[in-house]
């Protein structure tokens, strides 16, 4: 018997062991698949929209009924211009409580805006008479006015119509 012979027949072939297929890296492989499937295929939360303010409807006012919206106990700023009442409240700190326009909360502001004038006596001071039909204004004056006006249309809503009393809906109370 040859050496080689001999070698071969005692020795036995190398074994091999087949690799286990829950070897430590097969698991870190598979969960890091099974993760991936995972955030691929949830999806991702449908994003909501914030909501928005509360709807403002077109309404009359009269100079009474217009007067409690100067933002005090949290109501909102209108103010009242040629007869347009606007929502100022987005600037509440200009025209609300200890602004500088805060006299024209609730208020018909006309005359005051076109004589460049905060002071009370330039509002009307019955509520329940007719309102202001601007008579003395100067043509300075009136385009001032026009140019508020223009600068409450671009930047605020038209809420309403300011009326005198006597035309104001019959089911105030």
């Known amino acids: 018997m040859s050496d080689k012979q001999y070698f071969a027949e005692t020795s036995a072939p190398p074994t091999t062991q087949a690799a286990s297929i ?11 698949l099974i993760l991936l499937a995972y955030f691929r295929l949830r999806g991702s939360p449908t994003p909501s929209l914030p909501k928005g303010p509360e709807p403002i409807v ?11 919206y ?3 106990f949290n ?6 211009v040629r007869g347009k009442v606007f929502d100022v409240t987005p600037g ?11 006299n024209f909360a609730g208020r018909d502001a006309s005359r005051g805006l076109a004589c460049g004038s905060f002071d009370e006596d330039m509002l009307t001071k019955d509520l329940n008479g007719p309102l202001d039909n601007l ?18 249309n671009e930047k605020y809503l038209v809420v309403g119509k ?12």
């Open 135 to 152: 008579n003395g204004l100067g043509d300075a004056e009136m385009e001032a006015l026009q140019g508020w006006e223009e600068r409450f």
């Open 162 to 173: 300011l009326v005198p009393v006597a035309e104001g809906p019959k089911n105030e109370s």
């Open 70 to 72: 100067n933002g005090e």
């Open 92 to 102: 509440r700190n200009f025209y609300g409580p200890g602004g500088p326009y805060e």
């Open 75 to 80: 109501m909102p700023v209108y103010l009242a």
């Open 58 to 68: 077109f309404r009359t006012f009269t100079p009474p009924t217009l007067k409690p």
């Open 22 to 32: 829950a070897s430590p890296i097969n698991l870190i492989l598979f969960s890091l």
